[in-house]
């Protein structure tokens, strides 16, 4: 059993379930959204511009459109696209409810696509510690520093270990200012995860002033199995739990005294 605390600095969780590919899935989104409406009434469509760098030709860019379901208060979304579902949140209300939204998901997209595959499963938090970070960040993860004061600086570390279900990634980046990162719209996510997570709302979260870590924890699977739902739980709760084991281990008593 985990313990649960009532004050985590966790600000963003996603999980994705990467499938098969189906060119044709614009087709399905009237039923795919009529299917689950009654928990996510906000609906939108975009198109992201992506760039492919290869070393043996120029850069290419690429729209991927991608279609949003959200709750009433914008804080928990699904995110689908050609080739993915993703789930996402901004206020995080724990495990079991997270994964009962995404077994909803889908369940009901599938009933309309009978997907093929699963190709990819993912499960990501994004933690944001702004005060006490000293005490409350195991050592090894705060970086080196050319200096011991000032706000000049970024440090990162990163870290990818095997698991017996895929693998785990944490990354650290210790920021003495938000000013260095430049005009970013949301410092409470990753930047890879910018563009994704600006369907939602980050009111209830402060964004730090002064000095922060991001704490990033990644698990994923790459492994290709015949779709099912059934299936997909029992990798995505095992992904959870070395999560979580990460996160126990990145944190020191000071930390687990102040967020419970």
């Known amino acids: 059993m985990h313990k649960k605390f009532s004050n985590?600095?966790?600000?963003?969780?996603?999980?994705?379930v990467k499938i098969s590919a189906i060119e044709m899935i614009e087709q399905y989104i009237p039923h795919l959204q009529e299917s689950i409406r009654d928990r996510f009434p906000i609906f939108d469509k975009r198109e992201v511009r992506n760039v492919e760098i290869s070393a043996s030709s120029e850069p290419k860019t690429y729209v991927t459109k991608?279609?949003?379901?959200?709750?009433?208060?914008?804080?928990?979304?699904?995110?689908?696209?050609?080739?993915?579902?993703n789930i996402h949140t901004s206020k995080y209300e724990g495990f079991n409810k997270f994964l009962e939204q995404m077994t909803h998901v889908l369940t009901e997209f599938n009933k309309q696509l009978r997907i093929s595959l699963s190709t990819r499963i993912g499960l990501r938090y994004i933690n944001i510690i702004d005060s006490n970070i000293d005490k409350n960040i195991q050592k090894n993860l705060l970086g080196f520093q050319l200096q011991d004061s000032g706000e000049k600086f970024l440090s990162k570390t990163e870290t990818i270990q095997q698991i017996e279900d895929g693998y785990i990634k944490i990354s650290s980046n210790h920021i003495g200012n938000s000013k260095i990162i430049g005009n970013t719209n949301n410092i409470l996510v990753a930047p890879d995860l910018?563009?994704?997570?600006?369907?939602?709302?980050?009111?209830?979260?402060?964004?730090?002033?002064?000095?922060?870590?991001?704490?990033?924890?990644?698990?994923?699977?790459?492994?290709?199995?015949?779709?099912?739902?059934?299936?997909?739980?029992?990798?995505?709760?095992n992904l959870h739990d070395n999560v979580y084991e990460v996160f126990a281990k990145s944190i020191t008593a000071n930390a687990k005294k102040e967020w419970q």
């Not at 991608?66 to 579902?85: N, P, Y």
């Open 8 to 16: 985590p600095p966790l600000t963003y969780v996603l999980a994705q």
């Open 194 to 237: 910018v563009i994704s997570a600006e369907t939602l709302s980050f009111a209830h979260h402060k964004s730090p002033d002064g000095r922060y870590l991001m704490l990033d924890i990644d698990g994923f699977c790459d492994e290709s199995f015949d779709f099912d739902v059934q299936n997909i739980k029992p990798k995505l709760t």
């Open 66 to 85: 991608q279609w949003h379901f959200k709750d009433k208060e914008s804080l928990l979304g699904i995110m689908i696209d050609s080739k993915a579902i």
